[in-house]
């Protein structure tokens, strides 16, 4: 029986154990250093509000895709954004326009739902709270190594962190083979945006006709915002929430400041842009910084498939060039697809 191990439980590598899991008879192990599933298409409650913090939405540009979110998994709670995004200047000047995406879909729970619905229709074991720091080249097997813990031997080793983070993995390897030193080399050149993302809440609503703005000219110190109450069954009636995202370079700059700190200056921000001056005092508020939020450079596809080779399998939105949900998963069920063949 095939083993398979697979280090993060993001979006490509949920989509990768269910193609591998409906088949193939392989054993599937999970290693994921969160305790949640989804990687950045992440999801958060607070008492009976729910909001995705790291993807918005997931979109319908890929039909694969598609099919596997409309036809294959339960579709109940599936819902679309039906409001437009508009565009706004670095003078704060909003305008209509810039909404490309057919479908804007969520899930009343919220988009760790995909993944969690993937794996759910696996028999894989998922391990949350533990966390990869080493992997290991055993003869012709490989072995996670996650702490005191070891986890294999697998037969193939799919690896869903983004490449800065993988490279770090293959550095602490004991992969003695001079494709390990050109790929490390090749995962630190794929040059990733840097997102900090407030997430703040209002007793009352906000009376908008777009769901989201975007930044146009990359001249303003935030790059997104969008209004979570769009989502049905996200926000109870009579309440706001937005996802503030500050663009890259703010991100960098202001990474490690206390979160406090910039919540309040993303807040007093976004309520110039929205011209409400009630928006730079919400009622609670929430963060999370993603250091490695979107690719932004190509991947060294070459490499990866010679590291394929060796059954080891790097997967995940910035692996594919579309730096979208859409794109994770499409990665992962290519892999899958791959790792089929070579089997």
Sequence with gaps: MTRIGIIG???????????????????????????????????????????????????????????????????????????????????????????????????????????????????????????ATAIHRRGDRWEIVAGAERFGPFDSLLVNPPAPQTAALLADSTWDDPLRAELITGLETVDFRTVWTAIVGYPFEIDRPYYALVNTDKSHAIGWIAREECKPGHVPAGESVLLIQASHDWSVTHYDDPPAENVTRLAEMASTILDDERLATPAWSDWQGWRYAQPETDAPTELLRAAEGHDLYCLGDWTVGTPRLHGALRSGLETADRIRQSR
């Design 9 to 131: 439980a993001g979006a490509a590598a949920a989509a990768a154990a269910w193609a591998i899991d409906t088949h193939s008879d392989a054993t599937i192990t999970v290693v994921e250093k969160s305790g949640g599933l989804c990687g950045r298409a992440a999801t958060r409650r607070r008492g009976a509000v729910t909001y995705d913090y790291g993807a918005n939405y997931l979109t319908a540009a890929d039909d694969r895709v598609v099919d596997l979110v409309t036809e294959t998994l339960d579709t109940e709670g599936l819902v679309d954004i039906d409001q437009p995004v508009y565009t706004f200047d670095s003078a704060s000047n909003v305008a209509e326009g810039r909404d490309t995406d057919e479908h804007k879909w969520s899930y009343e729970q919220g988009l760790t739902q995909i993944a969690k619905r993937l794996f759910g229709r696996t028999a894989a074991t998922v391990h949350r709270n533990t966390k």
